[in-house]
């Protein structure tokens, strides 16, 4: 069954760094854009950052730009997002989908990262 599977989170004190990563299993994945999403506490889950299948193309939420970097490592169908300067708003559960026919599709099942104040 094709799934993706996110690593990584955890708690991490206001201005420290975390990484995630979120492996494709069942099925490549190839040449489809992969995107990270979070979803906050009693918030509506928002975009993040987003990767074409290439690494040619990224981009960002306004909140994140310059503080978060999405990278993939397609030899590993796997993705990554690198978070620095962390901030308490950044508190969330944070999801790996893949686009697929315009449509974020096989979300991960989400990991939870705490930025404590």
């Known amino acids: 069954q094709e799934r993706l599977v996110e690593s990584g989170g955890g708690l991490v004190q206001a201005g420290g760094s975390m990484s995630l990563s979120c492996a494709a299993s069942?099925?490549?994945?190839?040449?489809?854009?992969r995107g990270w999403f979070r979803q906050a506490p009693g918030k509506e889950r928002e975009f993040v950052a987003a990767?074409?299948?290439?690494?040619?193309?990224?981009s960002y939420a306004d909140s994140v730009k310059g503080r978060f970097t999405m990278s993939s490592d397609n030899a590993k169908n796997t993705v990554y997002l690198q978070m620095n300067s962390l901030k308490s708003e950044d508190t969330a559960v944070y999801y790996c989908?893949?686009?697929?026919?315009?449509?974020?599709?096989?979300w991960g099942q989400g990991n939870e990262i705490t930025v404590s104040s």
């Open positions: 990767i074409t299948w290439t690494g040619g193309v990224t």
């Open positions: 989908a893949v686009l697929v026919q315009r449509r974020w599709s096989c």
């Open positions: 069942g099925r490549s994945f190839s040449g489809y854009t």
